[in-house]
């Protein structure tokens, strides 16, 4: 919005031809979030409060997080008004990949609504039903997929990182794969939000890496200096990052240990949504193993705790995800949460490793 006002204005004042460099626009859609965070938090705290939006505590879990229940839930709106004001503003509306990124984070942040005003009415943590819940996402996903496909300058074809020649065309099987990627991301990063600011962490650094992802990508010069593959127009991607990242910042500011407010399906599924669409678009879907390290290892804990209690009766873990298990073996909340975020760093660090090894 922002950009179409004052852009424009670049030939009578040059001052604002500032606003054509994505860099400039990326700066102040990071600051944009944290100031709308920092102005809107305090205020929706109290709200939530006030309403009686508390979280549900799982009886099964670990005994430490009782004292937890009560606490205002479904922050994860302030992170969503935090991503798409911001992004609104700084970035160029008539930009395909932008709508198509906040269709995606704005309906998985519906359903995860939707979710947790169910746990709230109820007063239980089932939400709404499995098969309902995986419906919408994979509908919504399924909208994204075919949206891509059908967009004429984009190419359904899959990156390997290190290998700058292999770039097979996926062809139809493009629209499961990247359902499956963004319906992954999303219910990953929900899995992962157990602790206090255990997945806005992650997430921050994500948001970080896949901004330098996309600038790259969208800047044709650097895409061929680097050898990876040119996506007309995801620079803009990069206004979407940094507001995401500036929202995260924002929101840790109150989520931080112990947190004033929890971010609730609505944040973690509207994260992972925008995270595992903005990797699909920018071709960086395989390097998003690396980028969300600790959500993927979060889901396989899941996965092989539920598979060995199935097949053999017997559990991996104390308790799943992974990050309970820690919690039950002493370690303290604070240690878990920056011990996987310094790890989730290191992750980050090798993904951007594969810009140059090719």
């Known amino acids: 919005m922002l950009y179409h006002l004052l852009y424009p204005?670049?030939?009578e004042f040059s001052g604002?031809?500032?606003?054509?460099?994505?860099?400039?626009?990326?700066?102040?859609?990071?600051?944009?979030?944290?100031?709308?965070?920092?102005?809107?938090?305090?205020?929706?705290?109290?709200?939530?409060s006030a309403l009686q939006i508390g979280q549900i505590v799982r009886k099964e879990g670990p005994q430490s997080h009782l004292k937890k229940e009560g606490t205002p839930t479904m922050g994860g709106t302030l992170i969503l008004l935090s991503m798409v004001l911001p992004t609104l503003l700084w970035a160029d509306l008539r930009n395909f990949y932008i709508w198509l990124t906040l269709l995606v984070?704005?309906?998985?942040g519906a359903v995860g609504f939707m979710d947790d005003w169910h746990k709230v009415k109820k007063h239980n943590?089932?939400?709404?039903?499995?098969?309902?819940?995986?419906?919408?996402?994979?509908?919504?996903?399924?909208?994204a997929a075919v949206c891509l496909f059908f967009y004429p300058p984009f190419q359904p074809i899959l990156v390997f990182p290190f290998l700058k020649n292999?770039?097979?065309d996926l062809g139809l099987f493009f629209i499961p794969f990247v359902i499956f990627i963004i319906v992954g991301t999303g219910n990953a990063v929900n899995l992962t939000d157990g602790l206090d600011g255990l997945a806005i962490g992650p997430m921050i650094i994500a948001a970080g890496t896949y901004l330098l992802f996309a600038y790259v990508a969208g800047n044709a010069k650097l895409a061929a200096y680097l050898q990876i593959s040119s996506v007309q127009g995801a620079g803009e991607l990069a206004i979407f990052c940094a507001a995401m990242a500036g929202a995260g910042l924002g929101?840790?500011?109150?989520?931080?240990?112990?947190?004033?407010?929890?971010?609730?399906?609505?944040?973690?599924?509207?994260?992972g949504g925008a995270l595992g669409t903005v990797a699909v678009i920018v071709k960086q879907e395989l390097v998003l193993v690396l980028v969300g390290g600790i959500f993927v290892v979060e889901t396989l804990s899941v996965i092989f705790q539920v598979t060995s209690y199935r097949l053999w009766g017997r559990r991996i873990f104390r308790m799943a995800p992974i990050h309970h298990h820690f919690e039950l073996k002493g370690w303290a909340e604070p240690k878990i949460i920056v011990r996987f975020w310094i790890i989730n760093i290191i992750l980050a660090l090798l993904a951007l490793s594969t810009l140059k090894l090719r």
């Open 105 to 108: 984070t704005v309906g998985f």
């Open 251 to 271: 929101f840790l500011w109150f989520n931080t240990y112990p947190a004033q407010v929890f971010m609730g399906d609505v944040g973690s599924l509207a994260l």
């Open 166 to 168: 292999l770039r097979p």
């Open 9 to 11: 204005l670049h030939t």
């Open 16 to 48: 604002f031809y500032v606003f054509r460099y994505i860099t400039f626009r990326s700066i102040y859609a990071a600051i944009t979030a944290l100031v709308i965070s920092f102005i809107l938090g305090p205020w929706l705290i109290d709200r939530l």
């Open 125 to 143: 943590s089932d939400g709404l039903k499995a098969r309902a819940k995986m419906g919408w996402l994979l509908l919504i996903a399924s909208i």
